[in-house]
């Protein structure tokens, strides 16, 4: 019975998240009561089934999901790292170069960035920076909107590919069920299919002219330049320190984060009274643009899905799947790829790992490649699907579910499907099912 009532409760909170404006109630606001809800009567049901060690036990579940919450530092971070570049102008060095006033060429060029971006720095990051760009360039807020769009379908297609790209595939890859190299070779050329086919749609829907920012910059260029360098820079470090320390990639950003601080500190250090600091030398005035209430909000929506992977929930439905559906894996991925539009993809991934040996399906199996795909480029679907998404709506916030529902979902659904095509192809002529 708590099983039932549990998965109707998450039912109704994301509808009540997808109705955003209609019932007045900010998104983060819902997710937090969704997922503490959630963990509320879990508790209590422990309880009611084991006494005093129900709480124990409920309670080591909760710390086990904690993991999952990482990300959620992981997310301030690199918020805030870009806040600092942004405030200090830093980011001129990339738009000084831009100098198109097409409105097409300019998604063409924000959108490659953003997925050459993540491959490298992560989705979240890719989609942070990039983004932050495009709101220097586009004025216009619908046509900001489809640039949103666009770029989270290009963060999550480019990070799929990548094995530092995407934390699914981070996932695979630490594993051991798929291979640096074979990723890449497979899924590459998929994932850039599933870019490309919505970006050629949109382009004849976005046109006109988007003037090139006129650049008002209050910073000197070397500190500008300095902060830009110290910041990007450091985040291109993110995956080699994760690498050879072995630590959780918030770590890393934090580590760049205090360096870049202390820098900023150093270069106000010209300025003779500390009243006399300008404010974008204020770290707390860049740590104050952060949006919080995208960050609760995406806490609110890992604590509900961590119950449906405590309760076993997300493990039935992949059993669902394989007994019920098909038997098929490659259709079995890709409704998973659909589903983790819906719930995060992460604990799915986690749960076909533990559904699949590595005796049945070696590394760099059709079945592990494909997830790397799908689970990477499906959660473009929805906004609230990835982490992309919800830092997309952090940055803009007249970037609704309901929005993205109508506008964008069609599109990414034509990438998706078609990339996932791609891929079997590409698949079967380079190795063969």
Known sequence: MVFTVIVIIFVLGYIAIALEHPIKTNKAATALLLGTALWLIWFKYQEFLY??????????????NFEELQIL???????????????????????????????????????????????????????????????KFVSDKEKRLYFAGMI?????????????????????????????????????????????????????????????????????RFERNTIFLV????????????????????????????????????????????????????LFYALRKIDMASVLFFAGILLAVGVLGTTGQL???????????????????FLIGIFSAIVDNVPLVAATMKMYSLEVFPQDHLLWEFIAYCAGTGGSLLIIGSAAGVAAMGIDRNLTFGWFLRKIT???????????????????LLVGW
């Open 51 to 64: 006494g005093a060690e129900g709480f124990k036990k409920a309670g080591a579940e909760l710390l086990h």
């Open 73 to 135: 530092f992981f997310l301030i971070g690199t918020m805030a790292i870009a806040s600092i570049i942004n405030k200090n102008d830093g980011f001129a060095i990339i738009t000084s170069r831009i100098k198109t006033n097409n409105t097409q060429v300019l998604m063409w060029i924000l959108s490659w960035m953003a997925f050459v971006f993540s491959s490298f720095l992560g989705n979240l990051t890719g989609t942070i920076i990039t983004l932050t760009l495009a709101h």
């Open 152 to 220: 989270v379908i290009a963060a999550n297609a480019g990070g799929a590919w990548s094995p530092i790209g995407d934390v699914t595939t981070t996932m695979l890859w630490i594993g051991g069920q798929i291979s640096a190299l074979s990723v890449i070779k497979t899924v590459f050329l998929s994932s850039l299919i599933c870019l490309i086919v919505p970006l050629i749609v949109l382009s004849f829907f976005v046109k006109g002219t988007s003037e090139p920012p006129v650049e008002n910059l209050q910073t000197p």
């Open 231 to 282: 910041g990007v820079g450091g985040l291109l470090t993110v995956p080699v320190i994760r690498t050879v320390f072995h630590v959780p990639p918030y770590i890393a950003v934090f580590f760049v984060l205090g360096i870049l601080w202390t820098v900023v500190e150093f270069l106000s250090r010209k300025y003779e009274h500390g009243r006399d600091v300008p404010k974008r030398l204020n």
């Open 315 to 333: 493990a039935a439905f992949a059993t669902i799947l394989e007994e019920d559906i098909s038997s098929d894996t490659r259709i079995i991925v």
């Open 410 to 428: 069609p599109l990414a659904a034509l990438g998706y499907t078609v990339g996932a095509i791609a891929y079997l192809i590409i698949r079967n």
